[in-house]
Nanobody
Framework: QLQTSGGGLVQPGGSLRLSCAPSGRTFSSYAMGWFRQAPGKEREFVAAIAGGSGRTTYARSVYRRFTISRDNAKYTIYLQMNSLRPEDTAVYYC??????????????????WGQGTQVTVSS
């Protein structure tokens, strides 16, 4: 239900933009977020955006480097990733809640998940 795209290979210091577009169910009014999982590590929160207010929250590790945004007309959310570092390498997942409020940065608050897209930061 959540189609994720935009991953790839990028050099350190580079940028990528991930997109997440729902199919079928309309997620335009729901809070949504991004998580990531590196090999051998647990899935971790990256960023989230509320449904109505558009308020955002970020993990400390990505704050001021990543920006989450949404285009409700296109039913799409984005994760703009700048100043990428090798430690940002992971599979990135889009996720949606079932409400509009900005959720805590924990996977248990998200009900719907995309398939994931690989981001590799390497020279």
């Amino acid at each position: 239900q959540l189609q994720t795209s935009g991953g790839g290979l990028v050099q350190p210091g580079g940028s990528l933009r991930l997109s997440c577009a729902p199919s079928g169910r309309t997620f335009s009014s729901y809070a949504m977020g991004w998580f990531r999982q590196a090999p051998g590590k647990e899935r971790e929160f990256v960023a989230a955006i509320a449904g109505g207010s558009g308020r955002t929250t970020y993990a400390r590790s990505v704050y001021r480097r990543f920006t989450i945004s949404r285009d409700n007309a296109k039913y799409t959310i984005y994760l703009q990733m700048n100043s990428l570092r090798p430690e940002d390498t992971a599979v990135y997942y889009c996720a949606a809640t079932s409400g509009t409020a900005l959720p805590p940065g924990e996977a248990k608050y998200f009900d719907h998940w995309g398939q994931g897209t690989q981001v590799t930061v390497s020279s």
